[in-house]
């Protein structure tokens, strides 16, 4: 009689075994509930004494981009961290509430890794996330998973939710809370869930005290009311977060790219020569990455005219290009700007005043005049004049850099000095990239 016993002790060893790796889930009656707020609505702190007062948190979907917008519509941050500090959970819902199976591939993840980041920079810690729209696929879900979330929710498709989790990144819940449905049907939910057990996750957006408009608000009343009825049978309410359990990983980041040019830094400022952009990226976890740019202006992450970089790039006249990298999981960093400046072209320069041979008297005040303009290389905007020099022979008489308004002309005051006879004066252009003209000479005399 006693090895059957030990037999069934075995098993039983076996099953508790089984519940304990389980998570805290199994360890609770066969169904448990999560109140999810989706969106970061305002109107959704109404909330928040009426969960205190029944000791249950919730998990709070927000989109970070939309906080503080819509005039009082979304909650702002400051209202955030308060409903964090009460201890729900803050879950990701993409940066600005975008269908993840409409974007491209790049700006989906962006949309949700660049959103956790935010998240994660104002010292919350999101860990589970909703696909806005309720809209997901394979693609989304590696999106969600990559960025490093534990789960994605969508909406709608089941009573409940087998546990332990079979496909975390496919969440489903029963249909969301609306105020045509009412408590009745919040209600309803829960006891479906009864013959199988399970995880049911009720989705709420507005909340409303009085006056109702629209299906997906519910009255504050209702929820009390649900939330009593929820306690009075003892149903457990948990957070998303802690009934899939689990470490984060670390986020995934995205590459960072940086330019060279012709082996050093690039400078800011002009250049006299072609030179050549030598774009090279890196990855905090390694992922292999490519890099794309345009030099048209164009958003290399979405531009037509982009192209994948593969060797340096040579630049001969002045190009802005505009460059960013993604690594394998496609995150992606900001795109980059970086503008080569090249002016290799002289610019002209011609001393009109005096006129040639004009016969000058020692000690009296004239004004020399230059004109002077500058030419880009290629067709490309020049550098501009940065300054004219007058000369007399080798002698410098002095310079302008502001030619008078809305002109070419520069000027200078001289007074005429120097030994009489013929002079040889000249006007010197510099343009901003440091290209050099001398004009033609002026012959003069100069008189006592
Ligand atoms: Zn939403």
Not at 65 to 90: P, R
Not at 203 to 225: D, I, N
Not at 321 to 337: A, N, V
Not at 405 to 423: F, I, Q
Request: charged share 15%; proline share 6%.
């Amino acid at each position: 009689m006693s090895r059957p016993r030990v037999a069934l002790a075995t098993v039983a060893a076996i099953v508790l075994a089984g519940l304990a790796v389980s998570g805290p889930a199994r360890a609770v009656p066969s169904t448990v509930v999560s109140l999810a707020f989706d969106d970061g609505l305002a109107s959704q702190l109404a909330a928040l004494p009426v969960l205190s007062a029944h000791g249950m948190t919730g998990t709070f979907y927000v989109s970070s981009g939309l906080l503080g917008k819509g005039s009082g519509y979304y909650m702002t941050w400051d209202q955030l961290k308060a409903v964090a500090a009460a201890g729900h959970e803050i879950g990701g819902h993409t940066r600005l509430h975008s269908d993840l199976t409409a974007l491209p591939l790049e700006q989906a993840a962006g949309a949700v890794c660049d959103d956790r980041a935010e998240l994660e920079r104002h010292g919350l810690h999101p860990v589970s996330f909703a696909y806005p729209f309720a809209v997901a696929d394979t693609r989304a879900e590696d999106i969600v998973r990559t960025c490093g979330y534990l789960s994605g929710r969508t909406v709608g498709g089941t009573a409940a939710v087998a546990l332990p989790l079979a496909t975390p990144y496919l969440v489903q819940t029963p249909a969301p809370a609306s105020a045509t449905g009412g408590l009745a049907a919040l209600e309803a939910e829960v006891t479906a869930a009864q013959a199988t057990g399970g995880w049911v996750v009720l989705v709420f957006h507005g909340l409303c005290t009085t006056t109702c408009s629209g299906a997906s608000t519910t009255k504050v009343s209702t929820l009390k009311a649900f939330l009593d009825w929820l306690q009075a049978r003892g149903t457990p309410v948990q957070r998303v977060g802690d009934v899939v359990g689990g470490t984060a990983p670390a986020p995934n980041a995205a590459p960072t790219t940086t330019a060279t040019c012709d082996g050093a830094p690039c400078p800011s400022g002009w250049r006299r020569t072609a030179t050549t952009v030598a774009l090279a990226a890196t990855d905090p976890e390694g992922r292999p990455w490519l890099t794309y740019l345009t030099d048209d202006g164009s958003d290399p992450r979405t531009s037509v005219a982009r192209w994948q970089y593969q060797a340096p790039y040579p630049v001969t006249r002045t190009t802005t290009l505009r460059f960013y990298s993604r690594d394998q999981d496609y995150r992606g960093e900001r795109p980059r700007t970086l503008t080569v400046l090249i002016d290799g072209a002289r610019p002209a320069a011609w001393l009109t005043a005096p006129a040639p041979y004009a016969r000058l008297h020692r000690g009296s005040v004239i004004t020399l005049t230059a004109r002077a303009t500058d030419a880009g290389t290629g067709g490309a905007r020049p550098s501009g004049i940065a300054k004219v020099v007058f000369r007399d022979g080798s002698t410098v008489l002095g310079k302008d850099t502001t030619p008078v308004a809305g002109t070419a002309r520069y000027t200078l005051r001289w007074t005429v000095r120097g030994s009489t006879g013929t002079h040889r004066l000249t006007a010197v252009g510099y343009d901003r990239a440091g290209n050099v003209r001398t004009s033609t000479v002026v012959p003069v005399t100069i008189g006592s």
